[in-house]
């Protein structure tokens, strides 16, 4: 490229900086063709197709960059370029892909009609695919549909100590999630209609039935595993408000607090009905009394209690879900019949729930001919906090590269497989102590499911 000029460098480090900017993209191919650099401008142009597949300057610029016959629609004016940084960037932007073919008749052309699928076939060796595949694809998966557990506004305690008179302000959220969104995990869905969501959804039965609308659920596995955006996806399947619920929420220092905040929580939940509290790490909030050292942390259990009862159906349409990652370490009153007494085994995300989180972390990172379903194949056994950090790590690997060499490159396949041969799953350690728990201290069959997946996986 020892045509380049100086602008075209900034063009090309602009064009990085936005890559859905067409115009300026255009603007860039032209200067590219105007120093005979044909085939870049002919990639530049398919990168602003597949932004703008209806833009005719595009496709005009591209038939003139291939040699073909000019199309007599005439470019539309380029804006300036915008202001760029030193660096030079050699790689193509990361939405580049090759656009889609539509057909000769929907897509004539002035000059006698327009061979795309040729075209693709041209350039197909200049723009390469963002993902590739070894294997013939599966059923559909649904995408992820909001960002990783954690990013979402949480419930927001205003509460300082002081006055135990003062009220506790809480904030309630509207989930958009479904079930549907949750990608895999199939076994778990079943699990949650029928033990939980089909009697909510059926009122008539429900009547007939006599059942109450008062549920509770504990969800309980290895960290990093998306209870809580199960729990989320819960409270939108069922057109609830979601008022989640931590240690540091409930906790104060001032004697008689804790307990306040705790009913302010339940009252603010029967305010809102129907309304999910969802009680997160809640061996730290229900821990079994007779290992807790101080009076204040067993009133607050009771007082947990307390709410959980309720006084003569004031739980009505308040579905209590909690998670933890130690059920072991629960009070065992926390889990009797109308309390938290229906559990479920959230487990590392299977292949299809892999395959869905993978393409949410690389969504929007310049990747090029990444082979998903082999990513999945090495790295069974991870949480979705362990596959969001082998994005994380190839990412750097990149970032490291580029700024060590002055150009920047796509993050290919053997940034992410070295990023996850070098990250031990963070699941282990948790099975090897439930392992103990399921086999010695199983009363009244609470880990019968965790028995039968360590049994399935020959950890037993």
């Known amino acids: 490229m020892s045509n380049e000029s100086p602008l075209i460098m900034s063009l090309r480090t602009a064009v990085d900086a936005a890559p859905s900017d ?22 530049q142009a398919a990168v602003a197709l597949q ?24 470019m539309r004016a380029v804006g300036p370029p915008q202001q760029a940084g030193e660096m ?16 000769p008749a929907e897509a004539p052309s002035p000059a006698g009609g327009f061979d795309w699928r040729s075209a693709e076939d041209e350039i197909r060796d200049v723009v390469p695919p963002r993902f590739v595949s070894s294997a013939p694809p599966g059923p559909p998966q649904p995408p992820a549909a909001v960002p990783p557990p954690g990013t979402t506004p949480e419930a927001l305690p205003v509460d300082g100590g002081g006055d135990p008179g003062d009220a506790v302000a809480w904030e309630a959220e509207a989930p958009a999630l479904r079930l549907a969104d949750v990608g895999g995990m199939y076994e ?12 909510m959804r059926n009122p008539e039965l429900r009547k007939l039935y006599g059942k109450s609308l008062r549920g509770g659920l504990l969800l ?3 960290p990093g595993c998306g209870k809580t955006f199960i729990a989320r996806a819960v409270a939108g399947e069922l057109g609830a408000r979601f008022l989640s619920v931590s240690v540091n929420d409930v906790l104060d220092m001032w004697i008689g607090n804790s307990e306040r905040n705790m009913h302010e929580v339940f009252e603010t939940a029967r305010r809102m009905a129907p309304c999910v509290v969802f009680l997160d790490e809640l061996d730290a909030l229900g821990a079994k009394r007779s290992r807790t050292a101080t009076s204040g942390m067993r009133n607050t259990v009771n007082q947990l209690l307390t709410e959980l009862d309720g006084v003569d159906g004031a739980n009505e349409g308040v579905f209590v879900l909690a998670a933890t990652n130690v059920p072991w370490h629960v009070d065992i009153a926390l889990r009797r019949p109308g309390r938290l007494d229906r559990t479920l085994l959230v487990l590392p995300p299977d292949a299809a729930a892999r395959e869905t989180i993978l393409r949410y972390h690389l969504r929007d990172r310049p990747i090029e001919s990444v082979d998903v379903g082999k990513l ?32 920047v490159r796509m993050i290919n396949m053997k940034d992410l497989l070295a990023a996850a041969k070098a990250v031990r799953p963070s699941t282990e350690p948790w099975f090897a102590t439930a392992r103990n728990v399921a086999m010695f201290a199983n009363d009244g069959g609470s880990y019968d499911d965790l028995l039968a997946y360590l049994k399935k996986k020959r950890r037993l």
């Open 22 to 43: 067409v115009p300026l993209r255009l603007h860039l191919a032209e200067l590219l063709l105007g120093v005979g650099l044909a085939e870049a401008a002919v990639a």
């Open 51 to 74: 932004h703008a597949p209806g833009d005719e300057a595009a496709r005009e610029l591209m038939m003139r960059a291939m040699g073909l016959p000019r199309q007599a629609t005439e």
């Open 88 to 103: 030079r960037t050699t790689g193509l932007p990361q939405q580049a892909t090759v656009p889609t073919a539509p057909a």
């Open 188 to 199: 778990v869905k079943e699990r949650l209609e029928a033990a939980f969501l089909a009697p």
């Open 220 to 222: 309980y596995g290895p």
């Open 376 to 407: 999945v194949k090495v790295t069974e056994d991870f949480s979705g906090a362990d596959l969001a950090h082998v994005c994380e790590s190839a990412a750097e690997t990149a970032l490291l590269d580029s700024a060590r060499t002055g150009t």
